[in-house]
C-alpha cells in the first residue's frame, strides 16, 4: 500500500521542507504533495513536527529551508485559499456563533447580508441551525468545535488545515463528527490536511496517510488506505482493509514507542 509522495493534481506541494526551532531541529526535507479532493493525515509520535508543518503550510511560520507551493504559487505567508482549523477552535468569545463563523468573510470586506447566508448555510451544514445568536460559552465543546470547521468552511478556502480538530470531544462526538467530516469532503471536494494522534481516526477518514518519524520527523511511510466508504460507518470498522490498515501503522509506528 506504500505509494509515492508526491502526486500529478497538487494542490499543495511542499519541497524540502526542512525546519529548525533554536536548537531543535523539528522537520528535515520534507517531499509532499496534497491532491486536490482528498483527506491526508500526518500521524507519528508526539513533537515529530505535525504542528509545524501544518503551521508552514498555513504560511503561519517560515521553513528554515524548502518551500512549499499552494496553487502553484510560493507561501509566503498566510492566504485566503488556505483555513487553519485550531486545537482548541480559537473562537472568539465575545462574539455570537454567526459573527465567529462569519469572521473570515468580514475581515475580506464581504457584505453583511452575504456573510449571513453563506455563514448561515454552513451553520446548518455542521447542525448547528437554532443556535447562530449563541455565544461560545453556551456551547458544549463539541458544539464550538464545529463552529470552528463552520468557520473554517464559510471562507471557501481549497485547502483546509486541521490540527487535531476532535481532541477535545468525547468518543460519541468524535465519531460523528468522522463522519461528518467524510460527508464534507463529499460534497467540498477541497484539500484537507489533518494531524491526529488517532490511528482508528485517520484509517476511517484518510484518503492518504503520511507517518513521520520522530525529531527530526522526516516522511517514513504513506500508506493509501483502501476502504469502501459507501459501506456503513460500522461495517467500516470492521472491513478487513480497515483493520490490516490500522495494523501495518502500528507495526510502522510500534517502533518508535518508549
Ligand atoms: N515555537 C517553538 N519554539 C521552539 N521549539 C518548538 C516550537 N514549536 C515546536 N517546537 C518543538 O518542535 C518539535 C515539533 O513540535 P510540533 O508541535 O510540530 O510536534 P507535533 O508532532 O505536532 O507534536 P504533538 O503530537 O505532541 O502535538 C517539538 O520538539 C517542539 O518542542
Given amino acids: 500500500m506504500d505509494a509515492a509522495a508526491t502526486s500529478d493534481d497538487p494542490v499543495v506541494e511542499v519541497r ?39 503551521k508552514i503550510i498555513a504560511g503561519l511560520i517560515p521553513a528554515s529551508s524548502g518551500e512549499v507551493r499552494v496553487n502553484g504559487r510560493v507561501v509566503t505567508g498566510p492566504g485566503p485559499e488556505r483555513a487553519f482549523v485550531f486545537q482548541d477552535f480559537a473562537l472568539m468569545p465575545w462574539a455570537t456563533v454567526m459573527r465567529n463563523v462569519a469572521f473570515g468573510l468580514e475581515l475580506r470586506g464581504v457584505s453583511p447580508a452575504e456573510r ?5 448555510q454552513y451553520i446548518e451544514k455542521v447542525g448547528l441551525a437554532g443556535f447562530e445568536d449563541k455565544y461560545p460559552h453556551e456551547l458544549s465543546g463539541g458544539m464550538r468545535q ?38 464534507l469532503i463529499e460534497i467540498e471536494k477541497k484539500t484537507f490536511i489533518f494531524v491526529t494522534h488517532s490511528i482508528e481516526e485517520a484509517v476511517y477518514v484518510s484518503d492518504r496517510i503520511v507517518l513521520l518519524s520522530p525529531r527530526p520527523g522526516r516522511v517514513s511511510q504513506v500508506i493509501d488506505p483502501d476502504i ?27 517502533q518508535y514507542a518508549d
Wanted: hydrophobic share 40%; charged share 30%.
Fill in 146 to 183: 464545529r463552529v470552528g470547521i463552520a468557520r473554517a468552511f464559510a471562507v471557501n478556502a481549497d485547502v483546509l488545515l486541521l490540527d487535531e480538530p476532535f481532541s477535545a470531544v468525547d468518543e460519541q462526538n468524535r465519531r460523528k463528527f468522522q463522519e461528518d467530516l467524510l460527508r
Fill in 228 to 254: 469502501d466508504r459507501s459501506a456503513s460507518p460500522d461495517d467500516i470498522r470492521r472491513a478487513p482493509a480497515y483493520l490490516d490498515t490500522v495494523e501495518e501503522i502500528w507495526d510502522g509506528l510500534r
Fill in 16 to 54: 524540502g521542507v526542512s525546519k529548525t526551532y533554536a536548537d531543535v531541529e523539528a522537520l528535515r526535507n520534507i517531499d509532499l504533495d496534497f491532491a486536490r479532493g482528498k483527506l491526508t493525515t500526518l500521524l507519528g509520535p508526539s513533537g515529530c513536527g505535525k504542528t509545524t508543518l501544518l
Fill in 116 to 120: 449571513r447566508r453563506v455563514a448561515m
